[in-house]
Antibody, heavy 125, light 106 residues
Framework: QLQLQESGPGLVKSSETLSLTCNVS??????????WGWIRQTPGKGLEWIGSVYYTGSTYFNPSLKSRVTISVDASKTQFSLKLKSVTAADTALYYC??????????????????WGQGTTVTVS | DIQMTQSPSSLSASVGDRVTITCRASQSISTWLAWYQQKPGKAPKLLIY???TLESGVPSRFSGSGSGTEFTLTISSLQPDDFAIYYCQQYNTYSKTFGPGTRVDI
């Protein structure tokens, strides 16, 4: 059974870089047509998609965050990672990693985010 | 950006009730809409995609409909396990966006 687990610092200083890793177990990160993504949730803005990566390294991002986001995949370690630079208090959130079934670049071949990690809280101080 | 709204923002219902939640998009999104359920302290769970396709393992009391700009999630007979927050999410555009959620309480 596929499981995702986020890890990383729970506290990040303002203006620094937030770094999170998602460990994938129970399935291959190189499975065709599955992307791997990040979502965050705050009481104020609700759920916000950050971006997604394919095992080849192909990425697509939320335009509002694109300039600050890097998402990469390490298939050998069955992990993918999020880096968000120049953080502010507005980046304080609960961060989830997810399996994205397809890409919304082709909506007809997209089937939703079917597996989620438990989430990790990141506070920017 | 496509904006998503949901109504009502919250509702109170009883076990056995038929519940309908509406999601509206600021522009047409065809049928590119998903619904998620979130319980306290848990990650969201995918219920429906492509507006009306039920995710595997989701009870048949859940159904979705709509196209264009207006969509509905219906729970035909509310069960104790269904008290949660429900979110719609559009994926018509490159960027996915979520609605603000509808809380279903007892």
């Amino acid at each position: 059974q596929l499981q995702l687990q986020e890890s990383g610092p729970g506290l990040v200083k303002s203006s620094e870089t937030l770094s999170l890793t998602c460990n994938v177990s129970g399935a291959s990160i190189t499975t065709l047509n599955y992307y791997w993504g990040w979502i965050r949730q705050t009481p104020g803005k609700g759920l916000e998609w950050i971006g997604s990566v394919y095992y080849t390294g192909s990425t697509y991002f939320n335009p509002s965050l694109k300039s600050r986001v890097t998402i990469s995949v390490d298939a050998s370690k069955t992990q993918f990672s999020l880096k968000l630079k120049s953080v502010t208090a507005a980046d304080t959130a609960l961060y989830y990693c997810v399996r994205d079934r397809g890409t919304t670049v082709t909506p007809s071949l997209y089937y939703g985010m079917d597996v989620w990690g438990q989430g990790t809280t990141v506070t920017v101080s | 950006d496509i904006q998503m709204t949901q109504s009502p923002s919250s509702l109170s219902a009883s076990v056995g009730d038929r519940v309908t939640i509406t999601c509206r998009a600021s522009q047409s999104i065809s049928t590119w809409l998903a619904w998620y359920q979130q319980k306290p302290g848990k990650a969201p769970k995918l219920l429906i995609y492509k507006a009306s396709t039920l995710e595997s393992g989701v009870p048949s009391r859940f159904s979705g409909s709509g196209s264009g700009t207006e969509f509905t999630l219906t729970i035909s007979s509310l069960q104790p396990d269904d008290f949660a927050i429900y979110y719609c999410q559009q994926y018509n555009t490159y960027s996915k966006t979520f609605g603000p959620g509808t809380r279903v309480d007892i």
